[in-house]
């Protein structure tokens, strides 16, 4: 007993020892053997913290005078010392006691817990508006109001990151599953407003370091807001079980100086302007092709794989039967509305041109050699 006492003990020091050499604990987001909240990086997440512990000292306090006093009683008032119970009076100071005081403990304790969540929901005056909508299993936002007004995007998990999930045996990486390819871009000491909202199932947007969690509703529309007092990157994921992908929805927010952001944002409008696309300009198949690949790698790699040939309840697409149909209308209507009872999520966020691509990349690439042509006007036709 004492030598399989010592192996195992020996096996989780090595264990512990292997982690701890291969992982770190990654700056905004989860840390090794972390016990605690994150660090706060705003005013309402440090108010948080405050409460936790000043409601665990209550409860620490209570329990410690009540286990006391009966802990006490039972050994100062057993039977077997010649004690015998006895009925005894109920005094009116008793009844008061017992009803006032933890009355009193309750008014102390939501007093500043109040203070907290009203602050947390006053969104008013904020510099920078943005909307973040959840979707199976992304979050697209939206910059609605403030600087960098009308920029607008995708923020996905790094396909290496889901490749490495796929593997069953990942890497080890500081920030798995936690790596998106469009970061939140954020500036310092600004007062950002968060309006949430989703166009499939629930999902909620939180963001440990800021004291954020707010759930995202279809058809609602929920808001709340952060003031980071530091740069620097800071992680989330969504908290709403929302599905089978539900791991890999992570959140980035990258928050940066004014000057940085006023240059982001510039970087950002030049690059809109360059891929804005005419739904009614006619493509060629050369060129929706090579559209397609880019769009195809960005966001269906991860199921389909880069054969096109699917794993588990993910349809192939090379060989498939609508991806070969000459009617167009078949495929429009699974990419843009999905198919599978979700297992194919919708993915009419992407813009008609995107959309008319990837689907001419489907249907000339592996052993589909259709030379079909999927022009964006089509995909405009079939939204409306």
């Known amino acids: 007993m004492c030598a399989v006492g010592t192996t195992l003990a020996l096996g989780a020091g090595a264990w512990t020892s292997v982690a701890a050499q291969t992982v770190n604990s990654l700056p905004g987001g989860p840390a090794v053997n972390q016990l605690n909240f994150h660090p706060p990086v705003t005013r309402i997440a440090e108010e948080q913290h405050w409460l936790h512990w000043f409601m665990m000292g209550i409860c620490a306090v209570i329990f ?30 008793v009844e008061l006691g017992w009803t006032i005081v933890p009355l009193l403990i309750v008014i102390g304790m939501a007093l500043p817990a109040t203070k907290v969540l009203v602050a947390q929901k006053d969104t008013t005056n904020s510099d920078v508006t943005i909307k973040a909508t959840g979707m199976q299993w992304k979050w697209g936002y939206d910059y609605i109001k403030g600087e960098g ?98 791991a890999y929805m992570p ?95 919708s993915w009419k966020q992407l813009s008609d041109t995107e959309l008319a691509a990837v689907m001419t990349f489907s249907k000339n690439n592996w052993s589909n050699k259709t030379e079909q042509i999927v022009q964006p006007s089509e995909v405009l036709a079939a939204r409306n």
């Open 64 to 93: 410690l005078i009540v286990f006391g006093v009966m802990f006490y009683s039972i050994v100062k008032h057993r039977k077997s010392v010649g004690h015998k119970s006895q009925a005894l009076p109920e005094p009116i100071w």
């Open 251 to 345: 959140i980035h927010v990258k928050v940066v100086s004014a000057e940085e952001y006023t240059a982001w944002v510039n970087e950002q409008h030049k690059a809109m302007a360059a891929a804005a696309d005419d739904p009614n300009k006619v493509w060629t198949l050369a060129d929706l092709v090579k559209r397609g690949e880019s769009v195809y790698a960005a966001n269906c790699v991860a199921c389909h794989q880069a054969n096109g040939k699917g794993a588990g309840p993910i349809k192939p697409l090379d060989g498939s039967a609508i991806v070969n149909d000459t009617d167009h209308a078949k495929m429009i209507n699974v990419v843009l509305h999905g198919a599978a009872g979700g297992s194919m999520p």
């Open 149 to 246: 007004e009308g920029i607008g995007f995708l923020s996905t998990l790094d396909n290496n990151h889901r490749l490495m999930s796929n593997s069953g045996k990942p890497e080890a990486t500081d920030d798995y599953l936690l790596k998106v390819d469009n970061p939140m871009v954020v500036p310092v000491n600004k007062k950002v407003r968060i309006i949430t909202t989703a166009n499939d199932v629930i999902h909620a947007w939180m963001v440990p370091a800021f004291g954020v969690k707010q759930d995202a509703i279809p058809g609602f529309v929920r808001d709340t807001w952060f003031r980071a007092e530091k740069t620097g990157d800071f992680y989330g994921q969504c908290a709403e079980l929302c599905g089978k992908e539900h």
